[in-house]
């Protein structure tokens, strides 16, 4: 018999979004699958839609508590050899958990294997396919924050529940780092497996947790101070660009945004740890009269 998958369906006010969620996760051509949503104190309608899923998915309610309490709720009342994550506001395809449970077959030491991902807008809209995630040893590559290593956020791992049960979960302190987090720790241990296909579409929208670039900063900080305190990889990782590919990536978020006293703020800081850079950010400001231009192109034919 193939081994039991656990589907963990975390959900917090995704009303509009988390029944095709589910029906992802019950569309999938893997016959040996258990889906379970965790329904972290919604206040909009969410569990009224669950509600005809409850013959065939285990719904869980409990006091808002944050993602990873959710998620690791979800763990610890399902029985799957591996465990599946998939946010609320995500769909998966479905051969996604047949090819994830194939890779693992094939090289069974691997501590987690992820998907390609195919970006869509808030009403579904495919945007861009991503197929650059990594394997093997990846540790190095997530500290240098340097390109895409781990694709899919929480919605494109599985990983054994033997590993997810060594590493101790997701830390319950974190919320925007702690998919970073866990796969860091995972893949310091354990190599990791990617299935070149798109199997997972990952939902843009302004309510995504990843846009609160500041909660983000604060909690990127923490990880990478418990990661490089707890690494035993010395040599490996030069701490110094590490941080200046890490504000880099910040100061770029903040950019977008508009924050650009916080822009100058991390680029001064990604400079001082890594000043190789300092051409990428003399172009900034290029990139902004360029935007500014084409925000007034676009008024002027409206």
Known sequence: MKPLVS????????????????????SQTYPNIEVIVVDDGSKDNSLKVLEKYRDRVKIIEQVNSGVCVARNRGVAESAG???AFLDADDVWLPAKIERQVEKFASEDVLGLVHVGVTDIDALGKELATHLDGMEGDVASELMMFESAVILGGGSGVMIPRKVFDKVGGFDDSLSTSADWDIYFRISSSFPVGFVDEPLLKYRLHGSNMHSNIKRMEH???FAYRKGFAASERDGKVDEGKAYGGL????????FRAGKYGDFLRTAVKSVWYRPAGIGYFAAFPLRRLRKQQMNADQRGSV
């Open 7 to 26: 589907a963990i369906i975390p959900n917090y006010n995704y009303a509009r979004y988390v029944g095709e969620a589910v029906e992802s996760a019950l």
């Open 81 to 83: 050899e591996y465990i």
């Open 219 to 221: 909690e990127m900080l």
């Open 247 to 254: 504000f880099r990536v910040l100061a770029g978020s903040y």
